[in-house]
């Protein structure tokens, strides 16, 4: 079974700095998708970013990055120029190409941005 | 701009009473999900539909949940009877089959 793990509970960052979550996950499979949501309080889930795991670039959205190590089942996410409305719990997920199409979940990094 | 809705937002119950949440999802979405989140973890699935189809509900505690998604757009979750370790956040999602989610605000269960 696909298992991802969030190793950082709580993380926090001055405003307008860059701050770097950590995900793993384990998968014998080799096509795959990974995402980071964003969960705001009292707010739903979005989806911040996608990378497909065939794609070797790193994927990019704004002040968004990942970097996405295959061979070591790595995939952090980088926020640049941190904002006050980046403050959420942050979840990593894994989806596995084929089949249905079930999310499994990180346990979550709390993300807090200090004035 | 499109949202799942769900409804109630905030359920608060007795024990041994029943309960269920409504989901309402992105028209045209034909997956629908039904996710758990307890306090301080991530989100579990309990149950997937396909359409009015269950393709996955290998998590979902059948003696006392229960899902149904009648003419395959809106669903309801059941649960009775409702016990303590049931409290938690129970989020509903729809995708249209491109790997992204669209999630709802949830239905956050408290059970006294």
């Known amino acids: 079974a696909q298992t991802v793990t969030q190793s950082q509970p709580e993380m926090s960052v001055q405003e307008a700095e860059t701050v770097t979550l950590s995900c793993t996950y384990d998968t014998s499979e080799s096509d795959y998708y990974l995402f980071w949501y964003k969960q705001p309080p009292s707010r739903q889930m979005i989806l911040v970013i996608r990378q497909e795991a065939y794609k070797q670039q790193n994927a990019t959205e704004n002040r968004f990055s990942v970097n996405f190590q295959k061979a070591a089942k790595s995939f952090s996410l980088k926020i640049s120029d941190s904002q006050l409305g980046d403050a959420a719990m942050y979840f990593c997920a894994y989806k596995y190409n084929f089949g249905n199409e079930k999310l499994t979940f990180g346990t979550g990094t709390r993300l807090t941005i200090i004035p | 701009e499109a949202e799942v809705a769900q409804s109630p937002r905030y359920k608060i119950t007795e024990k041994s009473q029943a309960v269920a949440f409504w989901c309402d999802p992105i028209s045209g979405h034909a997956t629908l999900y039904w996710y758990r989140q307890i306090l301080g973890q991530g989100p579990e699935l309990l149950v997937q539909?396909?359409?009015?189809?269950?393709?996955?509900d290998s998590q979902l505690p059948k003696d006392r949940f229960s899902a149904e998604r009648l003419k395959g757009v809106d669903s309801t979750l059941k649960i009775q009877p409702a016990e303590l370790g049931d409290s938690a956040m129970y989020l509903c999602?729809?995708?249209?089959?491109?790997?992204?989610?669209?999630f709802g605000e949830g239905s956050r269960l408290t059970v006294l």
């Open positions: 539909f396909q359409d009015e189809s269950v393709v996955d």
């Open positions: 999602a729809s995708s249209l089959g491109t790997g992204e989610l669209f």
